[in-house]
């Protein structure tokens, strides 16, 4: 077993770039993550690459695209207000079919909101969060050792499918320290035949843009690009199933809520409710599959979000509403309890007892 | 068996680097453990609180409400945090920046008068540490191979000359008696 190593959320995230291949990080300083760039600025200049603080979010997405466009892994961070500054890029990025990771640690909001934890920007993420008919894949750890890996996951699929991935933590998972061991396999970043690396006079030269002005050929790349994602949604969906198989009542929750729900189930299970928890890891493409199965037994599901609800529309989707869903929540920076998850999931075994 | 463990204070007392050295000693020993600082403006000088679970079992929400040991180094935390120590806990108070008492008698309570110890024995920063030393031998596990790999973890290379001080500071904490 390699050593573990105790390290906030952010940092494993920055370190689990570098080990991935990653050499250009753009940013803007925000918190709750700005230790992602705090530990670029020291690491990139020791091993050749860059790190490049850019005058505002907007500018930094610009040199992400660039430097996708030339091939290379690129990544930028920031955090909920500073996402929607990025948002017309990610539509760009989507566009030019460009390989990217974004990191979004989540903070409430609206507006410039607050600065602790939140998961609010689901919508944002899932549905796309810029203009046009796109989709981001979107990866939520909920673990400081998931912080690392689905970093390094997050950088292949872009590079596979050649689309943003964004991780969707929050600010709990981007500040707190768990052990984190690094001992990944990595595998071999693929040739990207597409990428403007200069032609050398030996092949047609590569174009990468995202502007069509013939509507049939914009048609053709959006219908193209969904059979993409149709691709995703079929290979690449995950969740963490945890006491479903004989469970009457699932918990859906992903991230920090997921781990305070965990707590809440284990005690539920103590006192004899058949409970389980469906924790999505990938947010975009949906587990749907998950929902859909647990909805054959399961009477009821109940949600917990760091939101005013998102998620639950996911979720009522994938089950086709045949259970009834409820929400359990706590927002602008607040988390709920366990002890508040606990007593959500005894109210629902009495309402099942009825 | 999970403890949790809460330290608060004030911004710059040192509270989040007491919460390492102790998940470090959790991850030498190969617990599972967490550390989760609050962040933002408090952490300027307001109040400041870590909170640290060490477990057997992996952990879940890392967020304690409910500690099993409260290290109050300030008025308003243990204010605050008093009533939350579970039935039984642990409260160790700076005695030298709190004058009160704990009002409740279900709970075990040590006052050390640690922001004057470190004073005196010229470490003014440390009093961390002595709270730290104390809780340690308190809570029976002082041993100091893993206290010294947990300061050699939380302590760079480039402050070497610190990991004696510290240490000196977790011994006085050790050995003082009210």
Known sequence: ?354 | MTKEYLFAGFGGQGLLFSGKVLAYKGLIEEKNVSWLPSYGPEMRGGTANCSVIVSDDPVGAPIVLTPDVLVAMNLPSLDKYEKAVRKGGYIFVDSSLIERKVQRDDVNVYYVPATRLASENGAPTLANMILMGKLLSVLDSYTEETVDAALKKCISARHADMLELNRKMMEIGKNYNE
Not at chain 1, 36 to 61: C, D, H, N, V, W
Not at chain 1, 100 to 109: D, E, K, M
Not at chain 1, 252 to 273: D, T
Not at chain 1, 287 to 315: N, T, W, Y
């Open chain 1, 1 to 354: 077993m390699a050593d573990k190593v105790l390290m906030k959320g952010n940092e494993a995230i920055a370190e689990a770039a570098i080990q991935a291949g990653c050499r250009h990080y753009f940013g803007y300083p925000i918190t709750p993550q700005t230790e992602i760039a705090a530990y670029m600025a020291k690491r990139m200049p020791k091993i050749g690459g860059t790190f490049l603080q850019a005058e505002s979010e907007i500018a930094a997405i610009n040199m992400v695209y660039g430097v996708s466009a030339a091939g290379k892994r690129v990544m930028t961070s920031s955090s909920s207000p500073g996402i929607s500054l990025k948002s017309e890029g990610l539509s760009y990025l989507a566009g030019a079919d460009l390989p990217a990771l974004v990191v979004n640690c989540q903070r409430g909001g609206p507006g410039l909101g607050g600065i602790q934890p939140s998961q609010s920007d689901y919508f944002q993420a899932t549905r796309g969060g810029g203009h046009g008919d796109y989709h981001m894949i979107v990866l939520a750890p909920s673990s400081v050792q998931e912080m690392a890996q689905l970093t390094i996951k997050g950088f292949e699929l872009a590079d596979e499918y050649r689309m943003t991935s964004m991780i969707l933590a929050d600010g709990t998972i981007g500040q707190m320290m768990e052990p984190v061991s690094f001992d990944f396999e990595i595998k071999e970043q693929i040739e990207k035949p597409w990428a403007t690396t200069g032609t050398k006079m030996a092949r047609k030269h590569n174009i990468v843009n995202s502007l069509y002005l013939n509507p049939e050929q914009l048609e053709v790349t959006n219908i193209e690009r969904y059979k993409r994602y149709d691709i995703i949604k079929e290979k690449e969906a995950i969740a963490e199933e945890y006491l479903v198989d004989d469970a009457d009542i699932i918990v859906a929750a992903f991230g920090i809520a997921a781990r305070v729900s965990k707590n809440a189930v284990n005690q539920a299970r103590a006192e004899g409710i058949k409970v389980g928890l469906i924790r999505p890891i990938t947010l975009w493409p949906f587990p749907e599959k998950a929902f859909r199965k647990a909805a054959e037994h399961a009477k009821q599901i109940i949600c917990v979000e760091l939101s005013m609800g998102q998620m639950i529309e996911d979720v009522r989707l994938s089950t086709e509403c045949k259970v009834p869903v409820s929400l359990c929540y706590r927002v602008g920076g607040m988390i709920p309890t366990p002890d508040q998850v606990y007593q959500a999931i005894v109210e629902a075994a009495k309402k099942g007892e009825k």
